[in-house]
């Protein structure tokens, strides 16, 4: 029984370790672009303070760029879900309470918001992603009534921080970064998919050549000749014309068959 449920198990997992190579190729790209991202926007932010004397968000980047360092110091280290589980929630660490804070001017909160639905609903299982869903237009609409009614205000000049290039410039690295993470974690599915499809094929070619001839000696079998012969009496029967077949017997050809020997040098003359 083992020579045969070994390649059972092993199919089994195979899909499964797929599965995990791929998550953690989303996992290690999406910690370089973010990378990329929120080291110029921290710079960026230290811009922003020392022209205004304000950088609303600031506290969520440092700790989102703390969250970062743990995960690109550690991605060896650390187990897959909890990898996973850092990677999703840097955008929320970041979006959440600079909507609180900033509601709509906050420059990030908006791409942040839909990378991190995008990661979840990509990494994690479908009820996480409702979680998640769910959660995030509870958040926007939690800032909105307290915007809306007074409760919530903000503790800067809006018109300085709207005005100030760093905030367009945060505005615009957000989105660089969900689109270079969205083109990221695309890319990774499409070669994924190509290399899927391209495996599909080289099995498919593999079996009509089974199907076809021997795979011992390589020779054409019954099922060849038969769709041969009826291509030929149909191209026959197109051009109006007679066809032959020459049935050619062997005397004894079991016994030289059935002979390892023969065999041998039958498969080598052929070859």
């Known amino acids: 029984m083992l020579p045969i449920a070994a390649p059972v198990a092993s199919a089994k997992e195979a899909p499964e370790a797929g599965r995990r190579g791929l998550l953690e190729a989303i996992v290690d790209r999406t910690i370089i672009v973010y990378c990329l ?15 205004n004397n304000a950088a609303p968000n600031f506290p969520a980047v440092v700790v989102a760029l703390l969250v970062l360092a743990v995960l690109a110091l550690g991605r060896h280290l650390l187990p897959m879900q909890v990898k996973s589980a850092l990677i999703c929630s840097i955008g ?8 609180l804070v900033s509601g709509l001017a906050a420059p990030g ?15 994690f299982s479908n009820w ?12 926007i609409a939690f800032a909105a009534i307290g915007f809306t009614t007074g409760r919530l205000g903000f503790a800067f000049d809006i018109d300085l921080q709207s005005t ?7 505005f615009i690295l957000a989105g660089c970064g969900v689109f270079g993470i969205i083109l990221s974690v695309w890319s990774l599915y499409k070669k994924v998919t190509d290399d899927l499809i391209q495996e599909s094929v080289q099995q498919t070619s593999e079996l009509q050549r089974l199907a076809d001839f021997d795979p011992l000696t390589g020779l054409p079998l019954q099922r060849l000749l038969e769709k041969r012969f009826l291509q ?16 050619v017997d062997l005397d004894g050809f079991k016994a030289v068959n ?8 039958i498969i080598a003359c052929v070859n």
């Open 232 to 247: 030929s009496c149909n191209r026959a029967r197109r051009a109006k014309r007679q066809k032959a077949l020459l049935f």
């Open 164 to 170: 100030h290039p760093g905030t367009w410039l945060v």
């Open 37 to 51: 991202l929120i080291v110029p926007v921290l710079l960026v932010n230290f811009w922003r303070i020392a022209a």
């Open 258 to 265: 059935d002979s390892t020997v023969t065999m041998r040098a």
């Open 128 to 139: 996480v992603s409702r979680i998640v869903a769910v959660l995030i237009p509870l958040t």
């Open 92 to 99: 929320l660490l970041i979006a959440i309470p600079g909507t």
């Open 109 to 123: 909160a908006g791409w942040a918001f839909a990378v991190s639905i995008y990661l979840v609903s990509v990494i």
